[in-house]
């Protein structure tokens, strides 16, 4: 909520706030000097846009509840990570709102939307609601998917990360932590990095990204099965390794930044030294 708070005020908007959670929207209207309201149906009444950042599985909802509040021609936005339900739902309201369903691909933590990646998924005009994009964003990097080539891909870029991170963090000795921090590379440094910025995800964020979206399972299962496989082939030794890694390797080529892996791992090894004097002093 804060980079689009932030953007939107920079760029000369008035901005009402509200939250179920009147605290937080007040101590935010308070931050940034806007107006704060205790009801959604007034925040939303007579307004240019409503920007909907919502739980995945409430948008559908919240949706219906405020189409009625929603006033002629006014935009609707919404930035859930997933889009099936949530798009079904803006389609039924109808041609007197003017439907966006974005999706942001960074962190509240960025500064600035410059440079930054965000996905429309169209509901009814897909040139008029990309150019919406634009005038209300500026310069992004935007991409176009239709809401189920979006959420297929969201169950590998985020329900398999998540679950695999999950995985990953369940498995480790907690008692050795700090021992495995002294002893780590680069490899286990930027993996626990990652899975420890999952873990401090709401339970509810994560629960909802993996099973709201109808792709996740098959992915899921399909890792599981993967892990059985690769247990087998540790079995049968290195000659068995090698076929497995050469043909990974093959398919991992068509990828255009393959050949960049390593130093981006290295980037990001930076980024945590910078950022954490701890990592600093371990690695450096």
């Not at 930035?79 to 109808?94: E, F, P």
């Not at 329900?159 to 932590?177: H, I, R």
Request: charged content about 25%; hydrophobic content about 40%; glycine content about 6%.
């Amino acid at each position: 909520m804060n980079v689009f708070t932030r953007h939107l005020l920079n760029k000369g908007h008035n901005i009402k706030l509200y939250d179920i959670d009147g605290s937080r929207s007040r101590a935010l209207a308070e931050e940034y000097d806007c107006q704060w309201l205790d009801s959604i149906a007034t925040a939303v009444s007579g307004v240019d846009m409503t920007l909907l950042c919502t739980p995945i599985k409430e948008t559908p909802g919240v949706i219906r509840d405020i189409a009625s509040n929603i006033r002629q021609g006014s935009i609707l936005c919404e930035v859930s990570s997933l889009k099936m339900r949530t798009v079904a739902a803006l389609k039924k309201l109808g041609d007197h709102v003017r439907s966006l369903s974005i999706h942001p691909m960074f962190g509240p933590d960025v500064s600035t939307f410059q440079g930054q990646t965000m996905v429309v998924v169209p509901v009814s005009d897909r040139d008029e609601e990309v150019a919406l994009v634009e005038s209300l964003f500026g310069d992004m990097n935007i991409l176009v998917a239709d809401v189920e080539t979006h959420d297929r891909v969201m169950a590998s870029v985020l329900a398999l990360p998540y679950f695999m991170n999950l995985a990953f963090a369940s498995t480790l000795s907690v008692k050795d932590l700090a021992l495995m921090r002294k002893m780590a590379g680069t490899t286990f440094t930027v993996q626990l990095a990652v899975a420890q910025s999952i873990v401090g995800e709401s339970p509810e964020l994560i629960e909802s990204i993996i099973n709201e979206d109808v792709f996740s399972m098959g992915y899921v299962n399909r890792f599981i099965d993967e892990c059985r496989h690769l247990r087998r082939l540790l079995k049968k030794g290195p000659r068995a390794m090698g076929r497995l890694c050469q043909g990974l390797r093959e398919r991992m080529m068509d990828d255009v930044e393959y050949g960049d892996a390593r130093r981006i791992r290295n980037e990001f090894l930076i980024s945590l030294r910078t950022q954490s004097p701890a990592v600093e002093k371990r690695l450096g």
